[in-house]
């Protein structure tokens, strides 16, 4: 049996941000407001789809995702279609995967690369590097050494006395270095550190992180790149810590300010009342609403409403088209 160890150090920073997520998560636990209300978890869970699979090309926008999840007709790439579709599947096994079953770990990357690629559900069989443009940034070791190396590493989590927090992000690094499959490493790197987390807390399975990662992308791979480079993946758990942190912040003043509940209800019916039985543009629905700033506008009444089903876009394929409308469903 091998007493492999991941090559990391913890910092202060990482302790600094330790202490502040146990105080958040006390704090969101003794107020109550861990408690994510079934629509407000599909939610999160269509904007963690429709983020992690953004990182990794895909261009099809929110409206677009929470349209195919809804069983509506979307013109769009097949493929990334099709992507949309197995993350979403692959996200409703969650909580029932273990995170320390190599036949989980290659269930749930079959289900997430079905019809994408031929080696999905399976290790890679071959060599792979990650490249930046035309440089060679990462190669991965040799496909022969994986299934041990991936056996070595969920051994080395469960006998880790380190913390959660710690040993989650320390593993998708990890992870990402191994690069056990042929494609989808990142989008399984990804859900497994939600997975190990909502192991420990069950809230991680709701928390939108990669919502974050998606708007750090840069400072994601470059971090990455260091821990590479560095043969230490201590900056990388910084930065996945500082993520953890702010997705919490932004969870806990969401909760503490009704979004999602009373103040989501009320902009949503705003927005219902001014469209009434006629079909509108944003623009016209913001002028009868005596909105003056499109993106507020998108986030808190145009977006909830269209999560929720009750309006729907004429040209959901493009959704960008200025000649884009809404009518209720």
Known sequence: MSDYTPPFHITDKSINLLAKISEQLGRIKTSRRSVVNPRLRRQNRIRTIHSSLAIEQNT??????????????VLGPPDEIREVQNAYSAYELITALNPFSVKDMLNAHRTMMDG???????????????????????????????????????RWYKKSEMHPLLKSAVF????????PFADGNGRMGRMWHSLLLGKWNDLFF????????????KEYYDNLERADREADSSAFVEFMLQIIHDSLREFDNAKQTGQGSNQDESAVKKLLDALGTETLSARELMQR??????????????????????IEATLPDKPTSRYQKYRKT
């Open 60 to 73: 099809l926008s929110l409206e677009q995702v929470t349209a195919i999840l809804d069983g509506k007709r």
């Open 116 to 154: 994408l690629i031929a080696e999905n559900g399976r290790f890679r069989s071959g060599g792979v590097g990650v490249f930046n443009g035309k440089s060679l940034i990462h190669m991965a070791p040799p496909a022969e050494l994986v299934q041990g190396q991936i056996k070595d590493l969920m």
């Open 172 to 179: 998708h690094y990890e992870l990402e270095f191994i690069h």
């Open 206 to 217: 709701y928390l939108p992180i990669e919502e974050l990662i998606r708007a750090n992308q």
């Open 289 to 310: 609403m005596g909105l003056s700033h499109k993106p507020t506008f998108r986030k808190n009444y145009l977006r909830p409403a269209l999560e929720r089903g009750l």
